[in-house]
């Protein structure tokens, strides 16, 4: 599993996975498809329905994937999905506000705890901010839980119709509200890294986001809810104030994540072809399983 994980080696005997991915298909979503012909887009309201999975890689008896065929977002309720949609205004396209973009952290090597420097998180942040006409960079020294708070006690915050975190993240799936992203150390050249946690989100950030995107190796994890679904960072920034997040359930690849992130701003950000945020990661995922 190591060894077929590394990017960008694939693992060619998928078979096994396949079978897994049909066989879920069968008992949980083949029930479903005779209400879903003609269906396009499909929002997942039940926390637990899909604990531990993307809807989207199941594969039906034709061998597709649910992503090849539906438009998937996640919400963590029936009854916030229909708040949000009664109660909300014109939605701003993503890229009409300024954009926050953190990454690519300086990680002491003399700390006690050793994190492995983010490659692929500086090119990433560079690419994001080149298709935006007005971003805030912190990056190295500077994306530190410290300069965040600044923003956070400046009300700046509130002014960035994106942000964008590029860095990694832990989960506490005791204590969801200790969860965090893993930045520089607050003192700069400083030993020991800074933690945002979800706790100083959800008590100080008030935010105005159409889209928080962390771009981080498990940023959905969390012990799960029956009405909620996963707590943890996610549910920090939805109750901040962003409308939207982009996460990751697993552990992610830096390179492979860095070619996700740009293609999906790349589609998001075309005014010739305009997508929301849903279609445009459907577009940008078989990319990147396609790419040699």
């Not at 077929?4 to 879920?24: F, H, I």
């Not at 229909?82 to 109660?87: G, S, V, Y």
């Not at 509200?177 to 890294?193: I, K, W």
């Amino acid at each position: 599993a190591t060894a077929t994980a590394s990017w960008p080696l694939r693992a060619t005997e998928t078979g096994p996975v396949d079978r897994m991915a049909e066989l879920m298909w069968r008992e949980r979503f083949e029930p479903l498809e005779p209400w879903l012909e003609g269906a396009r887009r499909l929002v997942v309201c039940s926390p637990d329905f899909f604990t531990g999975g993307p809807l989207g890689m199941l594969r039906d008896d034709r061998g597709r994937y649910l992503s090849e065929r539906f438009v998937i977002s996640y919400a963590p309720s029936v009854l916030l999905s229909l708040h949000e949609r009664e109660t909300r205004g014109a939605r701003n396209a993503v890229g009409s506000r300024p954009a926050l973009l953190v990454g690519d952290p300086l990680y002491s090597r003399s700390a006690r705890e050793a994190w492995t420097p983010l490659t692929g998180a500086g090119p990433e942040i560079a690419a994001v901010a080149r298709r935006l006409p007005a971003v805030t960079r912190l990056t190295g020294a500077e994306a530190s839980a410290e300069g965040l708070r600044a923003l956070a006690a400046s009300s700046a915050l509130a002014g960035f119709g994106l942000l964008h975190f590029a860095a990694h993240a832990e989960a506490d799936d005791v204590r969801p509200l200790e969860s965090s992203l893993v930045l520089a150390p607050d003192t700069r050249g400083g030993a020991e890294v800074s933690r945002l946690r979800a706790r100083e989100i959800l008590d100080t950030w008030r935010l105005d986001a159409d889209l928080v995107c962390l771009a981080a190796c498990r940023s959905v994890r969390g012990p799960s809810s029956a009405s909620d679904g996963a707590l943890g960072l996610q549910a920090a920034f939805l109750a901040a104030g962003a409308r939207s997040l982009l996460v990751a359930l697993w552990s992610v690849d830096d390179r492979a994540t860095a070619r996700l992130m740009d293609d999906f701003y790349a589609r998001l950000l075309d005014r010739t072809r305009p997508c929301d945020r849903a279609e445009a990661l459907r577009a940008a995922q078989p990319a990147l399983r396609r790419w040699q």
